[in-house]
């Protein structure tokens, strides 16, 4: 995993450095598969005091791109609720790669499942010859 750390409108210093990574590398635990982590801490002057540090961190993972960006008066509550927001999203993108994995069936599970049982209190299973109507097709005796 690269991480990339940048600033803008202000310096990067060592502790500021530190926290990033160390902050980052937790999100390595939910996902591995984590490519590049960009960082990027800026500062805006604006009236209100209370979102001046802004935070942004830019995940790519297998062709996906994971971005979150919070404000806050400080830059370690930034980078913490930048965190928060990215430990949803990959719960959420990890959730979604294993949905779409067990969704899947293998081929030979479908081979088996036609096949029917072979042994056991079970009979073999036999299909229906194409003659005979299927059990839902059939008419009752005396209607209509």
Do not use: C, W
């Not at 902050?23 to 005091?49: C, G, M, N, Q």
């Not at 979102?51 to 919070?70: F, N």
């Not at 293998?106 to 073999?124: D, I, K, L």
């Amino acid at each position: 995993m690269l991480i990339i750390i940048k600033g803008k409108n202000l310096e990067v210093t060592p502790s500021m450095r530190s926290l990033a990574e160390r902050k980052v590398a937790k999100l390595a635990r939910y996902v591995p598969e984590i490519d590049l982590v960009e960082v990027e801490f800026s500062l805006e002057h604006t009236r209100s005091v209370v979102d001046r540090e802004i935070v942004q961190v830019t995940l790519e993972l297998g062709g996906s791109v994971l971005r979150a960006e919070a404000r806050a008066a400080e830059v370690r509550v930034a980078l913490d609720a930048v965190v928060d927001k990215l430990q949803n999203q990959l719960n959420d993108y990890h959730e979604r790669q294993r949905t779409r994995t067990r969704g899947r069936t293998p081929q030979e599970r479908v081979v088996v499942a036609e096949a029917g049982p072979t042994s056991g209190e079970y009979g073999a299973v036999t299909p229906p010859s194409p003659e005979e109507p299927a059990p839902h097709q059939r008419r009752r005796p005396g209607a209509g």
